[in-house]
T-cell receptor, first 118, second 113 residues
């Protein structure tokens, strides 16, 4: 149980294009999903918290117009990198918290999406 | 502010050696959770353990064991009889009020045969 998928696993795009990354909780409902970014050999940095049916909460320094987050259902959140540039190349990881887990705080992580912007 | 420090950037051991990964945390919350995750070269984060702030019992799971000490704000992770498959980056993380996960910088573990 508690499986989170991400699609695509890898994407290469040209500078200036937009890329959408999907995060799905496969066997549970997630009222909250999180998006992280990880640079090579670095730790995970929280970008934003996505709540179903409401606007995402972005961390300081993260451009909300650059990284559009939509959490349209209890099992799906999407991250769109708009007008991507080479500096946006990174490993993007999502996580989801089971809505039933009111007394624990475990986040289940997706396998990540490696974005390369040429 | 919450903070997690993993002072060991990289550790190299020979197979069958025991190895301890250190984790020190800072928080003002009285209720919080501590985690360890493993990130193999594939990149996917693997959940290893969650411990809440009220449970200081040490835990053992096979070759893995964890030592939680609130007095020193530490949550160390020991792998006994390490194996090559244990080679990965290990992250310690903290979740408190607001439920955001704060990760340490990670420790790269290299186990050589």
């Amino acid at each position: 149980g508690a499986v989170v998928s991400q699609h695509p696993s890898r994407v290469i795009c040209k500078s200036g294009t937009s890329v959408k990354i999907e995060c799905r909780s496969l066997d549970f409902q997630a009222t909250t999903m999180f998006w992280y970014r990880q640079f090579p050999k670095k730790s995970l940095m929280l970008m934003a918290t996505s709540n179903e049916g409401s606007k995402a909460t972005y961390e300081q320094g993260v451009e909300k117009d650059k990284f559009l987050i939509n959490h349209a259902s209890l099992t799906l959140s999407t991250l769109t990198v708009t007008s991507a540039h080479p500096e946006d190349s990174s490993f993007y990881i999502c996580s989801a918290r089971d809505r039933r887990a009111t007394t624990t705080d475990t986040q289940y992580f997706g396998p990540g999406t490696r974005l390369t912007v040429l | 502010a919450q903070k997690v420090t993993q002072a060991q950037t990289e550790i190299s051991v020979v197979e069958k050696e025991d190895v301890t990964l250190d984790c020190v945390y800072e928080t003002r919350d009285t209720t919080y959770y501590l985690f360890w995750y493993k990130q193999p070269p594939s990149g996917e984060l693997v959940f290893l353990i969650r411990r809440n702030s009220f449970d200081e019992q040490n835990e053992i799971s096979g070759r893995y064991s964890w030592n939680f000490q609130k007095s020193t704000s530490s949550f160390n992770f020991t792998i006994t009889a390490s194996q090559v498959v244990d080679s990965a980056v290990y992250f310690c993380a903290l979740s408190g009020y607001g439920n955001k996960l704060v990760f340490g910088a990670g420790t790269i573990l290299r186990v050589k045969s």
